[in-house]
């Protein structure tokens, strides 16, 4: 367009009327326009103008017989000439309103392909968002797997150490038995070596072995009586071994509760990410939402989970210590049985 305008910008011109000179006349928008190109514009080697040319020429088809047809044309040009020249400023004027035009609409066009970059960059990073809120809610599932992982090691472990404890207190029960059977079979020999006592003493020999059977009785008792003792020491010991490991259960759950505590962070952090994430689209708001929905859900799980494993822990606890208590009270009783024995036969 920019052609065309420069093209009806130029002033109309007009051919030279000496059909022989190629030449065109400038038309400069006042009286009538020339018909020949006059010196100093042209003049042919002959010294001749192209008027003086034209004339000739004019004479020469006059003579030929061809002036009428010239004649006609002549009269038929000048018309359509006065028409061009009018039309002319009209077209100059069309041309410059199309110009106009034309630069607006490249300005909109320039406008509308920045603002389709400006929705093209947005609409990614809309998808890269998305992609990133993707990544986070995998990630807290992840996490929670991890710490679901992390809580069953713990039961398991607490589970073991219920397991051992119940074992080594039913090994001090065995030792128990084993010592009151050892005791009973103390104390017949000792009721044998009584009678068998009662019956020599008629002699003093007799008194006097008893009365050393008596006394190795007695030492053998001692000795039996400090051996329960071990062993009820060993029964205390193992019993705080017990304990031991029910606080080794219990460290290993509240690390397992500080791994849920990093869930719960972790969850906090993909919650906020989805909310961020929401703000860029449909498609990434439904996401978050279904993220949200599925940390609700595990930080519940968590909760329950660490309420049945605080109660089992709390259970396991109270089970410990109730049979350590009764195993103690046995024991002790035990221990006052053999003392209370033999002081009776020291006595006798």
Known sequence: MTGISAQFDEPPTRACGYTRCDRRIAYTGSGRPREYCGPPDRVWPDGKTCKQKAAEERRAANSAGVDGPLAMFAATADPVLAAIAAVVPALSEHAAAVQEVRQVALERIGEAESLAAEATVSAQRAETARDQAARQADAAVRDRDQAVEAQRVAERLARDAEAEKDKQVRAAWREVVDYEGKRAAA????????AAATHAKDTARRESDRADQLAAA?????????????????ARQAAEAADQRTETARAELAEAFAAAAELRAALATAEASAAAATQLGAAAEQQAIEARAETD????????????L???????RADAAREREELRAGLEARIADLETARDGKNKS
Request: hydrophobic share 30%; glycine share 2%; no cysteine.
């Open 187 to 194: 104390e017949q020999r000792a009721s044998e070596q009584t």
């Open 297 to 308: 859900r595990v930080r519940a799980e968590a909760a329950r989970e660490r309420q049945e």
């Open 218 to 234: 007695n030492r053998e008792l001692d000795k039996q009586l400090a051996a329960a003792r071990a062993e009820t020491g060993a």
């Open 310 to 316: 605080r109660a089992e822990t709390d259970r396991v």
